[in-house]
């Protein structure tokens, strides 16, 4: 049983930094992919960041380039996600979905949402002064 649990989060003023980690327990190798989901008031969920596995290339949407980055512990199956320079636009819930490693196609593009099987509860960032 796959269980994915996300912590961190809160609130934040502009310009500030903060870490939400998410982990994964119940894969049975110390292996995943990652993606990561933000969904902001009255808006669509997005997804701005995946990762195809723990040694290959992370991919970001163009809105946290160079603001956003994750590091892996792959000791302990978590995943954080460290955002720096924060924006009141980046006021949303925060959300990590896992699933088995795959090939990364190498074209920068991320699986949809439904390829994601296991989701972690979300976590609310807000960004204000």
């Known amino acids: 049983q796959v269980q994915v649990v996300e912590s961190g989060g809160g609130l934040v003023q502009p310009g500030g930094s903060l870490i939400v980690s998410c982990a994964a327990s119940g894969f049975t190798s110390d292996d995943f992919a990652i993606g990561w989901f933000r969904q902001a008031p009255g808006k669509a969920r997005e997804g701005f960041l995946c990762?195809?596995?723990?040694?290959?290339?992370?991919y970001y949407a163009d809105s946290v380039k160079g603001r956003f980055t994750i590091a892996r512990d792959n000791a302990k199956n978590t995943v954080f996600l460290q955002m720096n320079s924060l924006k009141p636009e980046d006021t949303a819930v925060y959300s990590c979905?896992?699933?088995?490693?795959?090939?990364?196609?190498?074209?920068?593009?991320?699986?949809?949402?439904?390829?994601?099987?296991?989701w972690g509860q979300g976590t609310q960032v807000t960004v204000s002064s």
């Open positions: 979905a896992v699933r088995k490693p795959y090939i990364d196609p190498g074209s920068g593009v991320c699986p949809m949402e439904y390829e994601y099987p296991y």
């Open positions: 990762s195809s596995s723990k040694d290959l290339s992370t």
